[in-house]
Antibody, heavy 116, light 107 residues
Framework: QVQLQESGPGLVKPSQTLSLICTVS??????????WAWIRQPAGKGLEWIGR??????NYNPSLKSRVTISVDTSKNQFSLNLSSVTAADTAVYYC?????????WGQGTLVTVSS | DIQMTQSPSFVSASVGDRVTITCRAS??????LAWYQQKPGKAPNLMIY???SLQSGVPSRFSGSGYGTDFSLTISSLQPEDSATYYC?????????FGGGTKVEIK
């Protein structure tokens, strides 16, 4: 069974960089079966796709593209999200998930609050 | 970008009722449509993929239909545990997009 777990700071100051890690178990992150994605959800609102990475490269949401970097650490079976120049509008629950046209497996989500 | 429009945004129904949620794509997405159920404080859970294929473990009272731009999720006999918010998602092209969600409440 594939499992994902997000980790990282729960509080980030405005203008700083939000950094999260997703640890994958039950499958290799080098597998061609999945891509690895980040999705976020502000409190009481809907889901927003941030981006994804696979062996071919990355795709990002154009609305965030200038601030987002997703990368993979194969030695740790992890992938990460960096979101720069954050503002209060980036406060949300951040999920990592596997992607294969659909989001099959999800992490439990981690709340990140942007505040000074 | 492909816009996904769900309706209604809220539905209140009784146990045993048939509930249908619709999702319209701003352009054709073939069958690249999935439905997710999300309960408060939890991650979304995949229910339907490929517009009509039931994910393993999902009760058979859930069904999906549609192709191209118009899709629907039907709960044939609403149960108390179906109280949740439901989202559609298109996997046809980047950027991936979700519908705004439909909250299903049990009367």
């Amino acid at each position: 069974q594939v499992q994902l777990q997000e980790s990282g700071p729960g509080l980030v100051k405005p203008s700083q960089t939000l950094s999260l890690i997703c640890t994958v178990s039950g499958t290799s992150i080098t597998s061609d079966k999945y891509s690895w994605a980040w999705i976020r959800q502000p409190a009481g609102k809907g889901l927003e796709w941030i981006g994804r990475i696979n062996t071919s490269g990355t795709n990002y949401n154009p609305s965030l593209k200038s601030r987002v970097t997703i990368s993979v650490d194969t030695s740790k079976n992890q992938f990460s999200l960096n979101l720069s120049s954050v503002t209060a509008a980036d406060t949300a629950v951040y999920y990592c998930a596997t992607y294969a046209r659909i989001f099959i497996y999800w992490g439990q989500g981690t709340l990140v609050t942007v505040s000074s | 970008d492909i816009q996904m429009t769900q309706s209604p945004s809220f539905v209140s129904a009784s146990v045993g009722d048939r509930v249908t949620i619709t999702c319209r794509a701003s352009q054709g997405i073939s069958s690249w449509l999935a439905w997710y159920q999300q309960k408060p404080g939890k991650a979304p859970n995949l229910m339907i993929y490929g517009a009509y294929s039931l994910q393993s473990g999902v009760p058979s009272r859930f069904s999906g239909s549609g192709y191209g731009t118009d899709f629907s999720l039907t709960i044939s006999s609403l149960q108390p545990e179906d109280s949740a918010t439901y989202y559609c998602q298109q996997g046809n092209s980047f950027p991936l997009t979700f519908g705004g969600g439909t909250k299903v409440e049990i009367k």
